[in-house]
């Protein structure tokens, strides 16, 4: 299996300049896994900082941009604004966006489209809420959402795909390994019949809800998860830990 582990942090709308730096120096101290690849989602106002100041190896992340090159989009980031200041990823579609900002399947994937486009690389977030899971939804959902972002784009080359079950965020209730394997083998599977075998065996999908340093190892050794999308520990040096889960 030759898909690179892939982990990101996603800091949401947390940090201070203070807490920025103390991210970096364990980040700096680390040490992590060469055999991974690391991301730190960051807020807008800090990412030419951590741009600067990360240590080699760690990439940068904006955690949303819009889908027009520039504009009377006020509160907007670009994606040309980005590549400007050298940041090479951003992560796009969080159930947070979804839910709180109401962003639409289809907003997502013009959006996913447009930062491709733009020669960003895009981790791009799916994932059912409670209530779906519980009326049997799950796959319906999560396909239904791949699909939308299939629908705008043609190279997978550049996407991270993210499960993020939305009952698993921030509620320190972690999908078992076997509830994540389930679903990611379903979405290779989907992705395989849908938009092609080469994708379905080069994508890599992430898991995200409740990923600790406690539970990375067993999560990680399961063969379709391809690394993770960590939200409050990644604001701790614990994140080091989930980093070097698959040693
Ligand atoms: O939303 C997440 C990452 O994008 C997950 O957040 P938590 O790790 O805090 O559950």
Request: aromatic share 8%; charged share 25%; with cysteine.
């Amino acid at each position: 299996m030759g898909r690179k582990f892939v982990v990101g942090g996603n800091w949401k709308m947390n940090g201070t300049k203070k807490q920025v730096d103390e991210i970096l120096d364990f980040l700096k101290k680390g040490p992590l896994n060469a055999d991974t690849e690391v991301i730190v989602g960051v807020p807008a106002v800090y990412l030419d900082y951590v741009k600067c100041n990360a240590p080699p190896g760690v990439e940068v992340a904006a955690q949303n941009c819009y889908k027009a090159e520039k504009g009377a989009f006020t509160g907007e980031i670009s994606a040309l604004m980005l590549k400007d200041i050298n940041v090479g990823w951003v992560i796009l579609g969080h159930s947070e966006r979804r839910q709180i900002f109401g962003e639409t399947d289809d907003l997502i994937a013009e959006k996913v489209a447009f930062a491709l486009d733009s020669g960003l690389k895009v981790i791009a977030c799916i994932g059912e809420t409670l209530q779906e899971r519980e009326a049997g939804k799950t796959e319906e959902v999560v396909f239904r959402q791949i699909q939308a972002i299939a629908n705008k784009i043609k190279d997978w080359t550049n996407v991270v795909i993210a499960y993020e079950p939305v009952w698993a965020i921030g509620t320190g209730k972690t999908a078992t390994p076997e509830q994540a394997q389930e679903v990611h083998k379903a979405l290779r599977g989907y992705i395989c019949e849908k938009i092609s075998p080469s994708v379905a065996e080069s994508v890599r999908i992430q898991y995200g809800g409740s990923v600790t340093g406690a539970n990375c190892k067993d999560l990680g050794a399961k063969p379709d998860i391809d690394g993770f999308l960590v939200g409050g520990a990644s604001l701790k040096p614990e994140f080091v830990q989930i980093v070097n889960a698959r040693q």
